[in-house]
């Protein structure tokens, strides 16, 4: 039968064979006080392992693989770091192997050892050519290890946004308030522009911006200029007005670096999340926003909250145009949608949080981060749809969140057993 290495971590992990008079390839006699713990990152794969070769109690590290052979293919032979390992154990013994310090390595052989109901679920639960290899018995898994997998890929998705947030904190050396505008517009790029949309943020600081923060004609004129997006001729009156404060500005404030307008993305993205219209509503909510920090730190506690300030018009040229390319026969209301709202909560608001409080270490801002997700509608996406369609659906953003994380970090790179839904289905009664 074929099988993947992780599955016999998991026979490992859970003990899922039979120990009577269990023996090393030598034939020294093994008694397993305990398996130590899975290490998820680098060197072997069980760490703190206890065990009894002939009498003798010796503690250290568990490396597993399909085949003895396995350990120098893996260069595990050349490797410091695996001579405190006391056993490998292997599918199938095939070669001696010995450690970086030429001493030889006990190994335990677990072929003909593994329960057999373990194999039959295996085989019968995951299919790792779907893209969700537990499609077919998902649905079965009981809700309370299904809602304990979303948690757990919920909390691993928002420490992974948040790093990217503690980075930002830290090029702006502790400052909140710039943090959460470069962040707030690396989020309103969404996929394809946000590194442009951050570094356009960078380009031109927040405490420059509020300065003007009453004329949003003044944050359009120093926003579109920074982000050289500016048409070189055939323009309207607004728009050469635009370009002549940006002239002035750039003049002022001795700018000398711009983006251009090959760093942008109009052609895989509909109009309504084209850069321009994005920034120029971007320059509308910073005009109205009387600080951006308690905006969202302190008024942005719900959905209505969050939408009193979030939810504007652009200025005027932007009912009739997506682009400086453009113009619209008639006007059309280009408000920041009640869908877009959503998943800024979502993607910039709960992020923020979550970073603020690892770095106070206050966990009260993270659990907030989950009761507002259980508030917000959950999103719909190719995702989402694969979950979805085998039975799971998921019921508020604090669900879709969390099968986006468990898909990216469990079901699409096959790590199937060290999910707790995956590892449920392997289960031997």
């Not at 006990?106 to 085989?123: A, Q, S």
């Not at 790792?128 to 290899?133: A, H, R, V, Y």
């Not at 909510?285 to 959905?303: G, H, N, R, T």
């Given at each position: 039968m ?34 130590g ?83 039959k ?7 790792f ?7 077919s ?45 470069r ?17 356009l ?49 750039r003049?002022k ?142 019921e ?34």
């Amino acid at each position: 039968m074929d099988f993947r290495e992780d599955f016999l971590q998991l026979v490992w992990k859970y003990q899922y064979f039979d120990k009577k008079e269990l023996r090393t390839t030598e034939g020294d006699l093994v008694t397993i006080t305990k398996v130590g713990f899975q290490n998820s990152g680098g060197g072997p794969d069980f760490s703190e392992a206890t065990i009894s070769i002939q009498g003798v109690e010796l503690h250290g590290h568990v490396e597993i693989h399909k085949k003895s052979g396995d350990w120098k293919q893996h260069a595990h032979n050349s490797d410091p770091a695996y001579n405190s390992v006391i056993l490998h154990v292997v599918w199938e013994d095939d070669k001696p192997v010995l450690r970086n310090d030429a001493t030889s390595m006990p190994t335990l052989e677990l072929k003909g050892r593994i329960f057999l109901d373990v194999w039959k679920r295996y085989r019968d639960s995951l299919d790792f050519n779907e893209k969700l290899p537990c499609s077919s018995r998902i649905a079965k898994v009981p809700k309370i290890i299904r809602f304990s997998a979303l948690e757990k890929a919920l909390v691993e998705r928002l420490e992974e946004k948040s790093d990217l947030v503690l980075e930002i904190l830290n090029e702006t050396k502790g400052d909140w308030e710039e943090t959460s505008y470069r962040w707030l517009f690396r989020c309103f790029g969404f996929k394809r522009n946000a590194e442009s949309m951050q570094e356009l943020a960078k380009l031109l600081p927040y405490k420059i911006l509020k300065k003007h923060r009453p004329q949003v004609s003044i944050m359009e004129a120093m926003l579109f200029g920074q982000a050289g997006l500016f048409p070189d001729e055939g323009t309207e009156p607004y728009v050469d007005f635009l370009k002549k404060e940006y002239a002035f500005f750039r003049q002022k404030y001795s700018w000398n670096r711009q983006l251009k307008y090959q760093n942008w993305d109009f052609a895989r993205v509909r109009p309504g999340n084209f850069p321009t219209l994005r920034i120029a509503q971007l320059a509308a909510i910073l005009s109205k926003a009387p600080d951006l920090q308690s905006c969202i730190f302190e008024d942005a506690q719900d959905f209505q909250s969050f939408k009193k300030v979030f939810q504007v018009e652009p200025s005027d040229f932007w009912k009739y145009h997506y682009s400086f390319a453009d113009q619209a026969k008639k006007a059309q209301v280009k408000k920041v949608s009640n869908t877009v709202l959503h998943l800024l909560m979502i993607n910039f608001v709960t992020p923020l949080w979550f970073a603020y409080g690892r770095y106070y270490d206050h966990p009260e801002w993270k659990e907030r981060c989950f009761d507002l997700l259980q508030t917000l509608p959950q999103e719909t996406n190719s995702i989402t749809k694969l979950y979805s369609n085998p039975g799971w659906k998921p019921e508020n953003g604090f669900d879709s969140q969390g099968m986006i994380g468990l898909y990216k970090n469990y079901c699409s790179p096959k790590k199937c057993l060290q999910c707790k839904v995956g590892q449920s289905l392997i289960k031997s009664d």
